[in-house]
């Protein structure tokens, strides 16, 4: 399996700001992805996050809001772009293994003032 | 949207099996059934995948009946630190987009 990190694992921000999540493994994967997981909800795919290239949104995101970076095979960063108190969310980084096994990170816990 | 359907919430004593259906009358052929649980405040943790035979690991059992509609996960003896919400997700197996698709899932009580 792989293990996976996220930092910060908590952040207060004020509105109009951005955030950047770091997202690292342990071991190669084949792919990673970010999800956001709202106060009582389930978890929502937000983007795939491909290496050396733009990153694959799912409908209603964007990549001015939240830009995705991949520079290498373990590791990725989430940017939450001028936040309003609606991005207050979990935002978690998962990774799929040689195997297609997908695990996931602890998450971020954004709140947005 | 899930593919899916659970049950809202579900509990179970302490010590017994705890049983969680999942329907999946949809699923096509090179789809698998994941099964993932998230315990609050937490990142989801993979469980079990199975395509059409059962399938058993340290953590717990599925079944899959034989028209693939639907599953079960069997955590064999629930202990109150399997208290969580259980996701049963389908996905194509060799998956190049590797999307996992979550529904609402199963709210499981583990009750002393």
């Known amino acids: 399996s792989a293990v996976i990190s996220q930092k910060p694992s908590r952040d207060i921000c004020q509105r109009g700001t951005s955030l950047t999540i770091q997202c690292q493994v342990d071991s190669q994967v084949t792919m990673m992805f970010w999800y956001r997981q709202q106060p009582g909800q389930s978890l929502t795919l937000i983007a795939t996050a491909n290496q050396g290239s733009e990153a694959t949104y799912e409908s209603g995101f964007v990549i001015d809001k939240f830009p995705i970076s991949r520079p290498n095979l373990t590791f990725s960063t989430l940017t939450v772009s001028n936040m309003s108190p609606e991005d207050s969310s979990i935002y978690l980084c998962s990774a799929q293994s040689f195997t297609e096994t997908q695990y996931f990170g602890p998450g971020t816990r954004l709140l947005v003032l | 949207d899930a593919k899916t359907t659970q049950p809202t919430s579900m509990d179970c004593a302490e010590g017994r099996a705890a049983n969680l259906p999942c329907n999946h009358s949809?699923?096509?052929?090179?789809?698998?059934v994941y099964w993932y649980r998230q315990i609050h405040s937490q990142g989801p943790q993979y469980i079990i995948h199975?395509?059409?035979n059962n399938e058993t690991n340290e953590m717990a059992s599925l079944i899959i009946t034989e028209d693939r509609k639907s599953s079960t996960l069997i955590l064999p003896h629930a202990t109150l630190r399997d208290t969580a919400v259980y996701y049963c997700i389908v996905r194509p197996g060799s998956s190049n987009t590797g999307k996992l698709i979550f529904g609402q899932g199963t709210t499981l009580q583990v009750k002393p």
């Open positions: 949809t699923i096509s052929g090179n789809e698998y």
């Open positions: 199975g395509l059409k």
